[in-house]
């Protein structure tokens, strides 16, 4: 929909007769399941929610480590308006993403937008008693990698998607802080920062130039060698882009997309988005 899969690992886990079954159908689905079953539960007045909601108090003293992932499964009747909207942003672009990525990243994906906040909020429990359901940060996370990888995509009323990132995420900590829930905004910008370094350090997001810095200057020293002068080559023609890439492509298949050096990250990202402005 949004661009081609650079990864050698998506491929569908099931097949519904001719449609075929990835991981973020499976979530969707898996999300909605609990979402009905936890209105019954709640209809019929039982207290089995309650051990599943994230409490650090519990975590910590009464060992129930399993909320540290239960939480995110945990979905109150009073929000099913924005529920149905969460649904839907996970289903639209959380497919992007692992179509990006593949399924083994997305998943690995997935679980960090899972756990680290409800880590967070264990170690904040050491000073104050915290508390936590729902997944809104968790697929806010989805929706922020989706931003990384085609920060230039056009969304609703022609706005790019990183702009739309950044709105929500500022409505979301104005009314955070309005309210005093810092855990929460804890939690918001958690899962914001890890869904963005996870896709920077995969090298599929925009270039920054601190980032690159960082890493020069962390990684080894490329030695110097004496190379042969060459003739010169064709150069590629602006229009020749599944040829200009095809290497980049089998390079990744190989390799994986961490192998990419910078010069042909930059590369993958300007035919990226030279194919989205074609398809406009």
Request: net charge positive.
């Amino acid at each position: 929909m949004f661009g081609v899969t650079t990864s050698d690992d998506y491929r569908p886990v099931a097949w519904m007769g001719r449609y075929p079954v990835d991981v973020t159908t499976m979530l969707v689905g898996l999300h909605i399941a609990l979402a009905v079953i936890g209105c019954v539960l709640f209809a019929a007045g039982t207290s089995v929610l309650s051990y599943l909601q994230f409490d650090s108090t519990a975590v910590f003293y009464q060992g129930q480590v399993w909320r540290i992932v239960t939480y995110a499964f945990v979905h109150s009747p009073a929000g099913l308006l924005w529920f149905a909207v969460e649904m839907y942003m996970l289903f639209v672009f959380g497919r992007e993403v692992e179509r990006f990525l593949g399924q083994r990243a997305y998943v690995v994906l997935y679980l960090i937008l899972l756990i680290a906040p409800s880590l967070l909020l264990t170690t904040w429990g050491l000073w104050q008693p915290t508390a936590l359901a729902g997944s809104p940060a968790l697929h806010f996370g989805i929706f922020v990698a989706f931003a990384t990888i085609y920060p230039r995509v056009e969304l609703f009323l022609r706005i790019m998607a990183k702009w739309f990132a950044l709105i929500l995420a500022a409505v979301y900590t104005l009314q955070l802080i309005a309210y005093h829930a810092w855990s929460e905004l804890a939690v918001v910008w958690t899962s914001i920062g890890a869904a963005f370094l996870f896709v920077e350090l995969r090298g599929a997001g925009p270039e920054l130039a601190w980032w690159s810095n960082v890493k020069a200057r962390i990684g080894p020293k490329p030695k110097i060698r004496v190379l042969q002068r060459t003739h010169a080559h064709r150069a590629v023609e602006p229009d020749d882009v599944y040829a200009s890439i095809d290497p980049i492509l089998d390079k990744i298949s190989k390799s994986g997309i961490g192998s990419l050096t910078a010069n042909e990250r930059r590369q993958l990202n300007r035919e990226r988005e030279r194919l989205l402005k074609k398809s406009e």
